[in-house]
T-cell receptor, first 112, second 117 residues
Framework: EPEVTQTPSHQVTQMGQEVILRCVPI?????FYWYRQILGQKVEFLVS????????KSEIFDDQFSVERPDGSNFTLKIRSTKLEDSAMYFC??????????FGPGTRLTVL | AQTVTQSQPEMSVQEAETVTLSCTYD???????LFWYKQPPSRQMILVIR??????QNATENRFSVNFQKAAKSFSLKISDSQLGDTAMYFC??????????????FGKGTKLSVKP
C-alpha cells in the first residue's frame, strides 16, 4: 500500500541554522500539507500546497518557512533560521481528490 | 473559526471491553468532514474513521464506530473489543468541505487511551 515517507526521522540542529525537511507524498496525490506537533500539544496546520503554489497557510508559517516541490516526487519544508521554539515533530501529509489526508511518520526536529 | 474540543485527556479500558472517546466541535458551516486519527507511540498519524456531515448514518470501520450528532456538534468514537494495540493518542479532526481537498485539518488536543491487559 502506498504511503507518505519523510526524511530524516530525526534532525538535530543549532539555533540559527537552516534545515530542510523532506517528504515524498503518495504518487498520485495532488495536495500536500505540513503540520507540526510540539511535544505534548495538538497537531497544528502550517501550510497546504497545490499546483506548485501555496494554497493556504497558518499564522505560524511566517517568513522563516518556505515550501517547495523541486521535482515530481519530493515536497520540502525549509526553516531558514531555526529557533528553539521550532523544536517539534513535523508531519507531511498528502491527499487525492477525497477529503482524507494521509500522514507520513514525521520528522522530529530538535533545535539546540 | 472552527474549533475541536476533546475533554478527556486520558482514558483507560480493559482489554476486550468497549470505550467511547468524546469530541465536540464548533462551526457555522454545514458542509464538513470529521475524522478520528490514531497516533501510537511510533507517532505516525493513522486515519481510523471519517464521517461526512451530510450523511446521517454513522460511519463504522470494523471495531471502530462513531456517534455523530450534528445538531449537538458531537462526534464520539466507540472502540469495541479493545485490543492492546489500540493503545495510542486519539485525535478528533475537522475539515471544511469546500475547496476540494485543500482544506486543512483542525485537530483537538487528543485523548490518550491505554488498554490494560
Amino acid at each position: 500500500e502506498p504511503e507518505v515517507t519523510q526524511t530524516p526521522s530525526h534532525q538535530v540542529t543549532q539555533m540559527g541554522q537552516e534545515v530542510i525537511l523532506r517528504c515524498v507524498p503518495i504518487s498520485n496525490h495532488l495536495y500536500f500539507y505540513w503540520y507540526r506537533q510540539i511535544l505534548g500539544q495538538k497537531v497544528e496546520f502550517l501550510v497546504s500546497f497545490y499546483n506548485n503554489e501555496i494554497s493556504e497557510k497558518s499564522e505560524i508559517f511566517d517568513d522563516q518557512f518556505s515550501v517547495e516541490r523541486p521535482d515530481g516526487s519530493n515536497f520540502t519544508l525549509k526553516i531558514r533560521s531555526t529557533k528553539l521554539e521550532d523544536s517539534a515533530m513535523y508531519f507531511c501529509a498528502s491527499s487525492a481528490q477525497g477529503p482524507e489526508q494521509f500522514f507520513g511518520p514525521g520528522t522530529r526536529l530538535t533545535v539546540l | 473559526a472552527q474549533t475541536v474540543t476533546q475533554s478527556q485527556p486520558e482514558m483507560s479500558v480493559q482489554e476486550a471491553e468497549t470505550v467511547t472517546l468524546s469530541c465536540t466541535y464548533d462551526t457555522s458551516e454545514n458542509n464538513y468532514y470529521l475524522f478520528w486519527y490514531k497516533q501510537p507511540p511510533s507517532r505516525q498519524m493513522i486515519l481510523v474513521i471519517r464521517q461526512e456531515a451530510y450523511k446521517q448514518q454513522n460511519a463504522t470501520e470494523n471495531r471502530f464506530s462513531v456517534n455523530f450528532q450534528k445538531a449537538a456538534k458531537s462526534f464520539s468514537l466507540k472502540i469495541s473489543d479493545s485490543q492492546l494495540g489500540d493503545t495510542a493518542m486519539y485525535f478528533c479532526a475537522f475539515k471544511l468541505g469546500y475547496g476540494g481537498s485543500q482544506g486543512n485539518l483542525i485537530f483537538g488536543k487528543g485523548t490518550k487511551l491505554s488498554v490494560k491487559p
